[in-house]
């Protein structure tokens, strides 16, 4: 799971500032737009920002009557934001929601931010070509239910243990210590993971996708919503994701102009342009299935939460009504804006 380090002063919220908001029914704007607050489960800017940030910037939000706020929420996960009432939605771990929904938090997944699991391995060696390859490796690991679960499921695939391995504590992208030599295998997404290892390097790394040794082709990342806030905000829901999906929309087929705007609104250095145009580039084809944008089913949340059972980290598989729902994908109440120019409105 990727931190990014090149940043600014980002246009977001903390959540001791949000936190007023999360637990009232949604407030409104001087000019009358509803008012909603999603967490960005991250403490820096991330490629994944793009949609809700064109979402703001272009005024596809503006034009659905609501007024987007982005909570920073730091180390912690979005969906403990969410499910604690500091924030109305978050973007948050497929996992993390699982986990809640299993102690009865009050969370649950609205729509499938990404379609597929691409989370995997990468070396510079040629030693890892299957999960026996892990075997003695000193492997940079983050401390996250995601990576616990596909490590574990990766590991038992090969006839291993985490005795097997060496598990070297990481707090980002673990690109930057295999470069370093500090460890033999990093993990992470296959759309940030290699580019960030050929920029440093000049060549690819060796990859290994946990789907390829075991484990589940499942999404990583989903937007979650307070459910006690979806009860009382009378369809706002439906009206962030049809707006979200116009701006994700637009930004898939103006990838030079979202990513242009996501690094003015985040005030990013602009040196870093080249990097996240390619990293947009690499994360688009994992927004969309057959369905299109968003849409979840049953299979992927119950073989995920079997996973976590599987690894010891849930006790009980609930059925997948608890964990997410599609009633809000397809709600579209506003009609479509006409896109602002990045550069000239919008972008602040």
């Not at 380090?5 to 409104?28: D, I, K, Q």
């Not at 607050?37 to 034009?63: K, L």
Request: net charge positive; hydrophobic share 40%; with cysteine.
């Amino acid at each position: 799971m990727k931190i990014s380090m090149r940043f600014g002063a980002s246009a977001l919220l903390p959540v001791a500032l949000a936190a007023a908001c999360g637990g009232s029914a949604p407030g409104r704007t001087a000019d009358g737009l509803r008012k909603v607050n999603v967490a960005t489960g991250r403490a820096d800017p991330d490629i994944t920002w793009i949609p809700y940030t064109i979402g703001i910037t272009n005024g596809f939000y503006r034009a659905a009557g609501l007024s987007v706020s982005l909570v920073r929420a730091g180390g912690t996960p979005a969906v403990t934001v969410v499910a604690g009432g500091k924030a109305d939605i978050g973007e948050g771990s497929t996992t993390d929601q699982i986990l809640a929904a299993g102690q009865g938090r009050p969370v649950i997944s609205i729509a499938n931010l990404s379609q597929r699991n691409n989370w995997g391995f990468f070396t510079a060696t040629k030693r890892m070509p299957t999960g026996l390859g892990l075997k003695g490796a000193r492997v940079g690991v983050c401390d996250d239910a995601w990576t616990k679960t596909m490590l574990a499921l990766v590991l038992s695939g090969a006839g291993l243990t985490a005795a097997d391995i060496q598990q070297v504590p990481m707090t980002q992208s673990g690109i930057p210590s295999l470069v370093a030599g500090r460890i033999d295998v990093a993990t992470g997404t296959a759309n940030l993971a290699p580019l960030a290892y050929a920029q440093a390097t000049g060549k690819q790394p060796e990859t290994l996708l946990a789907t390829g040794a075991g484990a589940p082709d499942v999404p990583v990342w989903s937007y979650v919503a307070n459910t006690e806030w979806l009860e009382r905000s009378h369809g706002l829901a439906g009206r962030w994701l049809a707006a979200t999906a116009r701006a994700t929309e637009w930004a898939i087929a103006h990838p030079e102009d979202a990513v242009r705007a996501y690094e003015a609104y985040h005030k990013l250095q602009t040196s870093g342009y080249a990097t996240d145009l390619a990293e947009w580039k690499a994360t688009v084809p994992l927004l969309t299935n057959t369905a299109g944008l968003f849409t979840a089913t049953d299979d992927q949340w119950t073989r995920l939460a079997q996973a976590l059972r599987d690894t010891g980290q849930l006790e009980k598989v609930l059925p997948a009504s608890a964990y997410y729902t599609n009633r809000y994908v397809t709600r579209d109440e506003r009609p479509t804006p006409a896109p602002q120019v990045p550069g000239r409105q919008g972008i602040r």
